[in-house]
């Protein structure tokens, strides 16, 4: 078997040290307690130092030197217990005692994401902070958690994306133990758990791998910092890094998936691209230990190649973010046409959306300025992910605001209904099920005063193209960070109630009813009936829903093309349970010619089941025969 980068325990106080830096000709191992050590690292092929330490224990800091001049830690470290400028600590990762064996993972298509951040979701801040609100989760129909990136970043505050240790769990969160103990108790309940991960760059500070080797390129770039090497001369090594962080994960700390940020923005050009290799080496880890282990990608390219195998010329990836589908709805129900939203706005877009994945397959865009996209055709569309919030559509808005700042309550719960019906795979990001209020701010915590600049100065350059004119909050502030917790208190409280135990409803729904939801492999009909309405049919003639979705800001006695046939009433979004003002819609309908009129509320959806064959007769305004 391959020796693994980093530090790897062996027992019986002999740990390996392997690390790559073909830019040094001479590696010491500098091993700082509990008592001081300098070992003379061996070269070997390729740039790779190697040691062997039969006197270093779990917990022992350890640091490197390079050509006798500058301490680094160590680039795989995996725990940096005093931050990104201290020594790395060596791991025993066989000391966890795991409650999960025999935990096969959950099949992709039953998936339901829970998106959050492990510094705001609590007042703690911690991975153990989360572990007492699972249950809640669990109860709620999620069936995912979603974490944002964990791995070693600047300071205590950041969203992640900044790391530069890809395989040190982040030591303000609970460091690797506590991340254990989060993914052990998630599988205690049933919930898998997905970790963000970052292969596209490395953050500014505290980014010291140029001094090890050619780990970027020196022939592209990224918004965000310099493009990891996975194509150039030596970027068999950098791959190896990367590949072998993905399997880490999956191997040591029992993830079930790996969702990768922004993969439109990794340049590779090679026959066989990093991409593909990893979601090959992720699928046989899978395959070797029983497990079920996905990769979800997050791209902007509308790229049908992304989940097609690579049998066929893909990447292979298990699942997509559909950026197209939050665009659609979000545009619908703000109005707001700044920036990347001028492309959306009709409800159309809502309709090829459902129906067909992406809604930009080829089609000009006027904020891109040129055509944009493929369309996904033989490939499974239930595969996508779809979302009315994330960490990155309120995040990146001037103010972080969620939309419960602007919209109200009906038009949140339609805009539920509209993606936990769809045939996709839903996400929730943190607190979007009760309509939380606190916003979701970027913020750092760097040390380099000239880098907290640029960003304060990238970010006020960033809205421009939106036209949002609000003061920026200071990314650097302790108080954006503060600010951004979440206020759990606020559940119970009537508004906030009524929303939870909607979307509770939509997820039960979702889940037992076999017409809805991914596993549904059926027919998927989405229409435009007028500017103001959009009806879904789903399932086959003998087991179907038919849903309205009416998006008028006042009640309207509207003609919907009802499929022929009895049906029940599953949820209306405007009943009083919910918090709504009164529904006019009957228990049961009956469609003799395939069109009703029926009275519909502001900013409300209706759910129909088919219900088992009875007399017909002819109904007006949804009235029973």
Known sequence: MEMQLGATWLGVNQCEFLMWAPRRTRVELHVLSPAERIVEMHRQEHGYFHASLDSADPGSLYCYRLDGGSQRADPASHFQPAGIDGPSEIIDHAAFRWHDSGWPGRPLEDYVLYELHVGTYSPEGTFDAIIPHLDDMAGLGVTAVELMPVAQFPGERNWGYDGVFPFAVQNSYGGPTGLKRLVDECHRRGLAVVLDVVYNHLGPEGNYLHEFGPYFSERHRTPWGDVLNFDGPESDHVRRFFVENGLYWIREYHVDALRLDAIHSIVDASARPFLQELTEAVHDLGRNEHRRVFLIAESASNDPGVLAPASAGGLGFDAQWNDDFHHAIHTVLTG????????????????????????????????????????????????????????????????????????????????????????????????????????????????????????????QKEFASFGWNEAIPDPADLSTYLESKLKHHVRPEPVHGALRAFYRELLRIRREHTAIGSRNGGRVEAAVESDELLWLSRGSDDRGVFAVYHFGATAAERSVPVPSGVWDKLLDSSEPRWHGGGSRVPARIVSSEGTLTIELSRFSCVLFDRAPAVGLGRTRGGENP
């Open 336 to 459: 707001e046409r700044g920036g990347y939203y001028q492309d959306f706005g009709r409800l159309e877009q809502l309709a090829k959306g459902l129906s067909e994945g992406f809604i930009f397959t080829g089609e000009y865009s006027c904020y891109r300025r040129r055509r944009h996209g493929a369309p996904l055709r033989d490939v499974d569309k239930r595969r996508l992910v779809v979302f009315l919030q994330n960490h990155d559509q309120i995040g990146n808005r001037a103010r972080g605001d969620r939309l419960s700042r602007q919209l109200d309550i009906e038009q949140l719960k339609l805009g539920a209904a509209f993606i936990i019906l769809s045939p996709y795979i839903p996400l929730l990001f943190m607190g979007e099920e009760y309509g939380e209020t606190a916003p979701f701010q970027y913020f750092v915590s760097h040390g380099d005063p000239q880098l907290i600049e640029e960003v304060r100065r990238g970010r």
